[in-house]
């Protein structure tokens, strides 16, 4: 019987492990992959670049992955016979680096050094699994949105900075030196050359270097790049909406989230339903305007609104606006409103009173534009406390699960007596032909559940593929049968809708995370009213020359056509400042360190007689 320990032969994989080897150190030696300005111009020249990876740790897998395409199209473009250019570089700026230093100053404050963390708890035997994330709700057609999370790929899984250093092969000593923000500048960079060289990469190595103004030459490059941009008036300086830590104060973007990368905020508009009788259990109320405020995508519908859903079992405050004005909405979202000019004092909320959807029930409240006048709140039992307040206007002329939810009430008296509903506050309530739709008609949730043959609220998969062909195809092609706009496109009367509303003082404009936004320092985001300098990408002129200009690029292919022309769709006033991090600072505001915004191009104007910034420093062990 052969040895079932005896080892597999490596001789193969050797051998081309030393050819390998033998070829880098020809490519080294010969600087094969250095290219400077040709004298023969007539030769073809090709240039390929990388996304900066940012070095707040090793690459990983997914580098390697995009890194591959990249090489093997330079490669072949060499064999072609073209002049190949590859630089490379290492991204520094943001907030990444210097949370994590920072995080790590702290555990050496709290723990020591080495540091002593405590124990986690042991698991138990009634301990629940993790939920499963909520699918997320519909939100507007035209928003953008995305998940996805490059932390996950540099922590491990660690929960401490230390334990993160320590599993990306940091030596003990050297764990405390990374307290200091600028060594991580030094330290990683070197790691990835060498790792790439590893790989057999054709980098052009002298033209690599680091950003942020540790970096005089790009420093000056993204100065430059600033002060041109503010020249044309492409730079601004306003409120806007921002996702926003309150933790650190300052708006989070992407490459400070430690979750939620991605996510843009996502704009409602919260109608104000104010309660006609204040109840016994709010009679501390009394002399206050107290408003159940509804957030919803959609303001241009409000002409159709029979009721207002709320959830029973749902948790709600009675939260302080003003000195005349309460709202009524979930924790989470008056947390929102006060960073958005909505609360007596900035960032604070201030409950005078917590009340179930139970306490809600059967009130009467003013529905503005409503047909109606006066309509009354019932109970749904589908409505998620993570999105919007919490509380939900009724339009089932246009809302497939507002339809099948008053059908259920109509239809079923015990249903109704379950809650304590009176029959007025139901029965008279009859659909609203609001939007006519071509194609599906003027009242496109009944005729969508109709022929969908949904019979009930339990129906949730039919239902959400009601509610996206409304939604879609309601905006896109609907026209509105009733009020000021009627005649207009649903897209042109929304906003103007939305305006004349919050101009009336119906309504306010509200704003919220699509998603789950944390922060580098464990904070979850808020979306804030923030002054800020911004560049304003969405503006239609400077838009239509960028769309013009994609019409005459070549794509590798359509798909990445596609996913340009996406991105314009959504990007509009794009925060280039911060108050946290690393950066350059922006030329007029020296405090302020910004965001690059033309990463790449700096390639170009990193000549290969300049130094980079990492000059001899290297790491204090080999690479492995």
């Given at each position: 019987m052969e040895d079932e320990t005896k080892k597999e032969s490596t001789v193969?994989?050797?051998?081309?492990?030393?050819?390998?080897?033998?070829?880098?150190?020809?490519?080294?030696?010969?600087?094969?992959?250095?290219?400077?300005?040709?004298?023969?111009?007539?030769?073809?020249?090709?240039v390929v670049t990388f996304p900066y990876p940012y070095m707040n740790g090793r690459l990983h897998l997914g580098h390697t992955f995009t890194l591959t395409k990249v090489e093997f199209t330079a490669g072949y473009?060499?064999?072609?016979?073209?002049?190949?250019?590859?630089?490379?570089?290492f991204h520094c700026t943001g907030m990444p680096i210097k949370a994590c230093a920072d995080k790590l100053k702290r555990e050496i404050e709290l723990y020591g050094n080495p540091p002593v963390?405590?124990?986690?708890?042991?698991?138990?035997?009634?301990?629940?699994?993790?939920?499963?994330?909520?699918?997320?709700a519909k939100v507007d057609p035209t928003a953008y949105h995305a998940q996805k999370s490059k932390v996950k790929?540099?922590?491990?899984?660690?929960?401490?900075?230390?334990?993160?250093?320590?599993?990306?092969?940091v030596p003990e000593s050297e764990i405390p030196k990374f307290a200091d923000a600028q060594h991580w500048l030094y330290y990683f960079p070197p790691y990835c050359q060498s790792d790439m060289k590893l790989l057999g990469v054709g980098v052009d190595w002298r033209r690599s270097f680091i950003t942020t103004d540790v970096n005089p030459y790009y420093d000056s490059f993204v100065r430059w790049q600033f002060e041109t941009l503010r020249e044309k008036g492409k730079i601004m300086f306003g409120k806007r909406y921002s996702i926003f830590s309150p933790k650190d104060n300052q708006p989070c973007a992407d490459h400070d989230r430690a979750s939620g990368e991605g996510v843009l905020p996502q704009d409602y508009t919260l109608i104000k339903?104010?309660?006609?009788?204040?109840?016994?259990?709010?009679?501390?109320?009394?002399?206050?305007?107290?408003?159940?405020?509804?957030?919803?995508l959609r303001p241009e519908t409000m002409y159709g609104q029979t009721n207002v859903w709320v959830l029973p079992e749902g948790e709600y405050g009675?939260?302080?606006?003003?000195?005349?004005?309460?709202?009524?909405?979930?924790?989470?979202?008056?947390?929102?409103?006060?960073?958005?000019?909505?609360?007596?004092?900035a960032g604070q909320t201030n409950c005078l009173l917590n009340v179930t959807g139970q306490d809600l029930i059967g009130l009467a409240v003013k529905a503005p534009l409503?047909?109606?006048?006066?309509?009354?709140?019932?109970?749904?039992?589908?409505?998620?406390?993570?999105?919007?307040t919490g509380i939900v206007t009724s339009v089932p002329s246009d809302a497939p699960d507002d339809y099948i939810w008053l059908e259920e009430y109509k239809k079923k008296p015990l249903f109704r007596a379950k809650y304590g509903l009176e029959d007025n506050m139901v029965l008279p309530f009859e659909i609203v032909p609001i939007i006519d739709i071509p194609g599906i008609g003027n009242t496109a949730a009944v005729s969508t559940c109709t022929s969908l043959k949904i019979k009930s609220p339990n129906d949730r998969v039919l239902l959400d593929q009601a509610k996206e062909a409304v939604y879609q195809k309601g905006f896109y092609t609907g026209v509105m049968l009733v009020g000021e706009f009627k005649g207009r496109t649903v897209q042109e009367a929304k906003t103007l809708i939305r305006d004349q509303m919050v101009a009336a003082g119906d309504a306010v404009v509200y704003s919220e995370p699509a998603d789950v936004v944390v922060s580098r320092s464990g904070d979850e985001c808020v979306v804030s009213l923030v002054d800020q300098w911004y560049i304003p990408y969405g503006e239609p002129e400077w838009r239509a020359q960028v769309e013009a200009h994609l019409k005459t690029m070549d794509f590798y292919s359509e798909d990445t056509a596609k996913k340009f022309n996406f991105a314009l769709e959504w990007l509009?006033?794009?925060?280039?400042?911060?108050?946290?991090?690393?950066?350059?600072?922006?030329?007029?505001?020296?405090?302020?360190?910004?965001?690059?915004?033309?990463?790449?191009?700096?390639?170009?104007?990193?000549?290969?007689?300049?130094?980079?910034?990492?000059?001899?420093?290297?790491?204090?062990?080999?690479?492995v």
């Open positions: 193969k994989r050797d051998t081309l492990r030393e050819i390998e080897v033998r070829i880098q150190k020809q490519w080294e030696e010969s600087k094969a992959f250095e290219l400077d300005a040709p004298e023969d111009v007539s030769k073809p020249k090709y473009q060499r064999l072609k016979g073209k002049q190949v250019l590859f630089p490379f570089a963390f405590p124990a986690p708890p042991p698991p138990t035997e009634t301990e629940e699994p993790a939920p499963k994330p909520e699918a997320s790929a540099k922590s491990g899984g660690q929960q401490y900075q230390w334990q993160i250093m320590r599993s990306m092969g339903l104010q309660i006609v009788t204040l109840p016994e259990k709010m009679r501390a109320l009394e002399g206050r305007k107290v408003y159940l405020v509804a957030a919803t009675a939260f302080e606006i003003n000195d005349t004005d309460v709202f009524i909405c979930a924790e989470r979202s008056a947390r929102n409103l006060s960073f958005q000019e909505h609360s007596k004092v409503s047909v109606y006048g006066t309509v009354y709140v019932l109970p749904m039992l589908s409505i998620s406390m993570k999105k919007g509009n006033q794009w925060a280039c400042s911060r108050t946290y991090g690393l950066g350059t600072r922006l030329p007029w505001d020296p405090q302020v360190p910004s965001h690059p915004t033309q990463y790449q191009c700096g390639h170009n104007n990193q000549e290969p007689e300049l130094k980079t910034t990492l000059g001899d420093a290297r790491p204090t062990s080999a690479p």
